[in-house]
Nanobody, 121 residues
Framework: QVQLMESGGGLVQAGGSLRLSCAAS????????MGWYRQAPGKQRELVAV???????NYADSVNGRFTISRDNAKKTVSLQMSSLKPEDTAVYYC???????????????WGQGTQVTVSS
């Protein structure tokens, strides 16, 4: 199994910054794509940013230029630096990884428990 531990959510004023981090642990042979999704009240979960094991990143148009995703393959972590935050960024943010299991060598999708980000106007 794979466990994801998120940290870094909270309350911030519009224009401020926050940094989210997620650490993966467990029976991990390899981590492929890692990333962040978010879900606002009454809305579907949406992609925020993802990054491949080689470091290629993709961002939602709504956050491009304001958010930066990074990963540390040795530490099995992925982070999201969020700047110029807007009230519409308010949501629960979920860490996501594609992990190959050590024993089965099968890839599975794993989600963190979510961390609340609230941006006040």
């Amino acid at each position: 199994q794979v466990q994801l531990m998120e940290s870094g959510g909270g309350l911030v004023q519009a224009g401020g910054s926050l940094r989210l981090s997620c650490a993966a642990s467990g029976s991990i042979f390899r981590l492929n794509v890692m990333g962040w999704y978010r879900q606002a009240p009454g809305k579907q979960r949406e992609l925020v940013a993802v990054i491949t094991s080689g470091g290629s990143a993709n961002y939602a148009d709504s956050v491009n230029g304001r958010f930066t995703i990074s990963r540390d393959n040795a530490k099995k972590t992925v982070s999201l630096q969020m700047s110029s935050l807007k009230p519409e960024d308010t949501a629960v943010y979920y860490c996501y990884v594609e992990a190959v299991n050590t024993w089965s060598l099968r890839q599975g999708d794993y989600w963190g428990q979510g961390t609340q980000v609230t941006v006040s106007s």
